[in-house]
């Protein structure tokens, strides 16, 4: 008799300790299920600007002059279509110098460079104009040439811009070199019209 309650007690113990673990494990995919899906709910968004701010010019750098330009675009239509922080705009400001040849850079001081880009930026917001897209020239456009002994790029970049309504075209034309890393640097632009009278 005392063996047929002891192997009962024992099977008790064996279905409870059962139910127990069910429980245990049930529980945990409930919690991991409902992790799974709070984080799908709330997914998280970066800005335009923030997605500028990601890019790791020092880990990859844009390949070719076109590549560079159309980094400079991105960026440029962050400063004047996106809102941002002040630290966000001083962090765009920097972000666009590592596109610049060390020549451009050394024209400005630091605060002389970030005072005209934020009054440049003002007079474009306060007119309400956004630059709402651009396209540069086809990789088979861009003109290779050889200056002091450096490598060198011409190519051409449209900015559309846009107020309201009423849309117009601003055409530049960008020179870049190649630095000691091998890297295309954006020596410098202007408006088409001006290389026409001045050439380059």
């Not at 047929?4 to 113990?13: A, L, M, V, Y």
């Not at 709402?132 to 456009?141: G, L, Q, V």
């Not at 002994?149 to 309201?164: D, M, N, Q």
Request: charged fraction near 30%; proline fraction near 2%; include cysteine.
């Amino acid at each position: 008799m005392k063996n047929k309650n002891e192997s009962s007690n024992g099977f008790k113990i064996l279905i409870v300790g059962f139910v127990l673990v069910c429980l245990i494990i049930g529980y945990y995919y409930y919690l991991s299920n409902k992790k799974a899906e709070s984080s799908e709910e709330t997914p998280v968004e970066i800005t335009a600007v923030q997605e500028v701010l990601l890019y790791d010019f020092e880990r990859s750098y844009p390949p070719s002059p076109k590549e560079v330009v159309k980094r400079f675009g991105d960026i440029t239509m962050c400063f004047y279509n996106e809102s941002y922080t002040e630290e966000e705009f001083l962090a765009l400001a920097m972000k666009i110098q590592e596109l610049y040849d060390d020549a451009l850079i050394a024209n400005k001081t630091e605060n002389q460079y970030i005072e005209d880009l934020r009054w440049d930026v003002n007079q474009m917001k306060e007119q309400k104009l956004q630059v709402s897209s651009y396209a540069t020239s086809a990789s088979t456009d861009v003109d290779f040439f050889n200056k002091d002994g450096r490598e060198c790029a011409r190519l051409y970049c449209s900015f559309t811009i846009r107020k309201g309504t009423a849309i117009t075209s601003i055409n530049e034309v960008f020179i870049l070199r190649k630095d000691e890393d091998g890297h295309w640097k954006i020596l410098g632009w202007k408006p088409v019209e001006d290389e026409k009278q001045t050439g380059i």
